[in-house]
């Protein structure tokens, strides 16, 4: 260093610093360096990040010193245009981030919003991951173990767009994708890279290299399954020295290729006849080369769609082959017919009623996935997408033919309520009522507990009751929070080392929820037991259930105050009516029997208003005996009215001269009503 004045060795400082492709110093930050100092990582002087969140989660481009920050002008930022979803496609290759949401029933989070908004939104998706720009979001409260706002509200996602990369959980989630994501467009050689931006890959390249990576992805068949293809990722699955080493492999002949969709033919059912919406709503949620969103509204036993592969992309111009495959929803309810070549494909889609998501994680989902892959002899495409969604809040019954017999557009929420946790404290009132206390339930819970069960039930409380005393003690004397800390913990752990009772909870809860009979021979003593609870709430929720089923032509009151099932006793053995029925179980339970024990939500099955209007209404449809539709009786608010095949209304069911007439539907007081 002799000879060398402080600003010169200041100035090979700053050189050096600036000759690092980053600053990272784990082994992904190592391997990027080492292929940058060798001219072999091109780095990111050719991308710029952009914040959308006004700062509130941006991710440190100090970490990539040759990675330019977005700095939106002022015409941008006064009209607010600088946060929230994107809305404009960059020129620059753009990779960024916005950690912004609502809840999930006043909106959800940003990308249910441009699923909301059909053609366009899925279309801007589409150009932005053509023209090199990409943003990160978070799902929020859209994607999560639960029901109706209980614990989360599942999977609200109406379609699975590729072209939106969404992670798993609020704000800052997204930052491992934005890091994973830049440090992969770093690693392209210089030459692939200049390549992908030139021919508008860059994107579906780095989508391809991210989804073959994850950690839950071990095979190459695994990548052709819902496994690697999931609505929402978690960052917990992310391999990034995979994703660097993927890309800095890759050659400009080993690009893949870019799966585009077209629909060819579709089923087009009529409204007022094959569904019921408000003026101009249809089955098409949207559509882009990259995804087919479709709302399966129409009654008909199939929802059957004819697409093609032929616009996908091959940038070299090498033969391609096409590969569709059921990424999400069930095997013997969805068939999947490709040409030889793979180029075409018909999807047939029968109704699901309930499906868990593909990742494996326990979230309910109402949405089947296809996806298109096209592959080189070199290279595999990241998926174009078809969904099918299945509107949660609709129940669907059918004969033996496959023909639908009944559809209820207010169906019940399915959750048990049962606590999730091992250590909730709610297992302690269960085992209070399994051991035999004098609780409001354990009338009903008792002829389903044998012995052995009620001494292992009193034997834990014996252990528990002790800490549990403790620990009121200390809140009443407001110790530190850290001893009522350390006392909850000890306790916790202990209620989660107790022997398995969720098997037993779920045996009871579904035995009387699943007994069509249940409320018909015990309605006297849930109702007295109802209006004798402190919580006057309760009698009122008791009495909105039974009304509910009442007003559906299910129940008809009695002069003696009881009810009984409108299509007489046998009634009990449709399965619509069971479920129905079922429906009226989950909510006594919860309310009356054990309201202690089980949490749920005791709304309809929420579904976003946004995809269809409140109908609360049931049809029972008819068919004469050849199987041919005769039409449908609607049961509303105590009345039944009676409809053709064709959907016209007979105002007098009494009447068999009365000529049918046309019926108009229209939005009225928040819900959809109709009339002549």
Known sequence: MKGLS?????????????????TRSDEVGKLLNEWHAEGRAAGLKALQYENRDG????????MFPGLKSLVHDEKERGAGRHMGPAHSVRRVPTLGNCSMASTADTGGCLPRIYLMSGNPGFNFLDASYRANNFIIYPEHQDHDVGFNGVDGWGDLFPANHPAVLISQGSSLSDLPFVQAWLSTVAA???????????????????????????????????????????????????????????????????????????????????????YFEKEGVTEQLGQSASSVGR?????????????????????QGKPMKARWVLLQGRKDKVEIKSSADGTEAEIRVLWHDDMESASGTGIK????????????????SAPAIVSVFMLPNEKRYFNDGGKVSEVCY????????????????????????????????????????NDEARSEAKIVLGELQPMERALAELKTRKAPAEDIANMEKKLKAKLAGAADLRALAEKVVRTFANDPRWFLNQQAE???????????????????????????GVLVSQGDGGYVLAGGPTAAESPAVADYLRGLHLMLLSRVVLPEFLHRSNQPAFCDPRLTALKPWRDVYRYDEKGKLLGWLRHQEGRVHGFTADGRMKLNLGDPDEKAVPVKYEMKGGRLVFGP
Not at 6 to 22: E, I, N, P, R
Not at 365 to 380: E, I, K, N, Y
């Open 365 to 380: 989902a109402h949405r089947v996935d296809v996806g298109l892959f096209v592959s080189s002899p070199l290279a595999d």
């Open 295 to 315: 709302i399966f509204r129409g009654v008909g036993e199939v929802y059957s769609l004819r697409l093609s592969a032929r616009r996908s992309v091959e940038i």
């Open 188 to 274: 392209f050689t210089p030459e692939v890279q200049e390549l992908l931006i030139a021919k508008g890959v860059l994107m579906p390249t780095v989508n391809m290299i991210f989804r073959r990576s994850n950690k839950q992805v071990r095979t190459d068949e695994d990548y052709f399954s819902g496994l690697a293809h999931p609505v929402v990722f978690d960052a917990k699955n992310l391999d990034e020295k995979a994703m660097v080493n993927r890309a800095q492999l890759m050659t400009p002949l080993t690009i893949p290729p870019v799966a585009m969709l077209e629909v060819l033919e579709e089923r087009k059912p009529v409204n007022g006849v094959d």
């Open 6 to 22: 402080l600003l010169g060795f200041l100035c090979v400082l700053s050189a050096s610093a600036a000759d690092k492709l980053t």
């Open 55 to 62: 700062g509130h989660a941006p991710f440190q481009v100090g």
């Open 526 to 552: 849930l109702i007295a037991v109802a209006a004798a609870a402190s919580d006057a709430a309760v009698i009122g929720d008791v009495r909105a259930g039974i009304k509910k089923l009442t007003d559906m």
């Open 410 to 449: 207010q169906a019940h929420n399915e959750d048990l309520g049962i606590p999730r946790a091992s250590e909730d404290m709610r297992w302690l009132q269960w085992m209070r009522v399994v051991a035999g206390e004098p609780l409001p339930g354990e009338r009903w819970v008792r002829t389903l507990i």
